[in-house]
């Protein structure tokens, strides 16, 4: 008997998944039947974790991350969901739902999903005939990865979606072209692009900005080669840190909220700013105080409703970055070298190469971040990925992490603290081969450290760099000055690195600078899931952000 658990299981495989996160009881004939076809269901230990190994794993594949719950689940799960959607990840879940003859009959555990994922997705919908799985899970797909990608959902009538286990005639598999990021490339009008360039090739301190939207087109060299051809600085998202080498004289580093100060001072000095791939929201723009509010701006974006959203456009590209990208490039002849605005863009990175310098050598104890940061920069290989959790994790890593060698890349938590650990295991089981680290802090770390034992138990090989302050950094300023409520902010000590080795995991913990190099070296080169321990100075809080008219605090 062929049914609809075969046949998810088939399309799935089809698709070129791999892995499957979840927690039971979801799909069990599904579940047997993925395994079979060769896609991996891994059990989470939270659904909320689950959904984030599924962007994780998304984010670091380009393709669609699969995550399931049982019905009472799914709010869980949903949970899990936000980050993907901010992000733009092409996420799928599934779950259980409630029946047509239980529906409104306060059937145990039965609640309506359906509005919980209606904000949290790009599309939520329900399954409750075994013949309509076929055409509503491409559907599924094609909205997920067509686009801006994003998460969808699907709801399988019964508490285990039992719906699946009717038989079903033999039916098509979803397109592979719409399993993975992007689904369709689409170029901008020939007249738009020479508009454009019109602009481009008249401003006389021009900067590139670009975003997330880069790694979902795949434009990363695409956009490497548009910047060095014609000679731009190019300032981005954490998300988009990688797309130059930090040591490359036209890379400003990461502008806005968390930032460089080099970033922010070009930002703010450019006379036109094109915005490629970002959708130039408060963290990358500081507020939208920089770029400043008026400059000649150009957009390009795969969504029409981000054109001009936050900064009056000259002129706006919809369509594939990567595509426009090369179009631009074509389309810019006799483009002008600006010496003098190269040469003070090197002159504003070597002024925070200096002002940065202190700290990132520094031998204090406890360790400052920075010292941390620039440690792991050097000691990250070629071709890892670098997955970084929310708040002062990313904070530090946009100022003081260096991606300076060939094929490394960064994910970072759209806004949820505690999304970095579980995501860096699901990037690990999408690109395996690869090293992948992950850098959060004790307190986004505590959300998860669970899945410490989903690490162990599947052999997923992450080394994540716990920097333990035993507290929220960013909540000290909230209660600063009354010592009676730091309980509100500084946490009871807690040695993790005995907590992992409780799991099963490898771990140490570091106390002196000079022995993060040395563990950090080994770590890489365990066969093992490996948690390293950072001492670090609660003290140390990060700097606002630059911005012109407050140049002194921002956040």
Known sequence: M??????????????????FFHVPLLLPGAVKAMQAAGVLPVVAHGEKAAAYMADGYARASGRIGLCGAQQIGAANLAAGLLDALMARSPVLALTGGSTAATRDRNQYQEVDQQPIFAGLTKMTSRIDLVSRLSDMLGQAMRVATGGAPGPVHLELAGFTGAVLNNPMDPAPLPDP???????????????????????LRHAMRPVVIAGSGIRASGAQEALAAFVRRHRLPLATSLDAKAVLRESDPLSLGVCGI??????????????????????AGSMTTTGWKVPQPGVAAIQIDVDARELGRNYPLQAALCGDPKTILEQFSAALTDMPVRRDWLRHVEELRADWTQAAAPAEMSD?????????????????????????DTGHAAAWAARHIYLDRRGQGLLRAAGSLGWSYPASLGAKCAQPDRPVLCFTGDGGFLYHMSEMETARRYGINTVTIVSNNNGLSQEKPVWAGNADHDHHWRFSPVDYAAAARAFGCKSCRIERPGELGPALRSAIKEDAPVIVEVMTDILALHPPAWTPSDPARFY
């Open 364 to 388: 204090a104890q406890p360790i400052r971040p920075e010292r941390l940061c620039r440690t792991l920069s050097e000691e990250l290989p070629e071709g890892a990925l670098l997955v970084v």
């Open 2 to 19: 062929y049914s609809g658990d075969r046949y998810l299981a088939d399309a799935l495989a089809a698709c070129g998944a791999t892995h």
């Open 258 to 279: 968390y930032s460089r100060e080099a970033a922010n001072r070009a930002v703010s000095e450019a006379d036109l700013v094109l915005f490629v791939g970002t959708m």
């Open 177 to 199: 072209a719409f399993a993975s990021c992007p689904a369709v490339r689409h170029a901008a009008p020939a007249a738009d692009i020479r508009r454009a360039a019109d602009l």
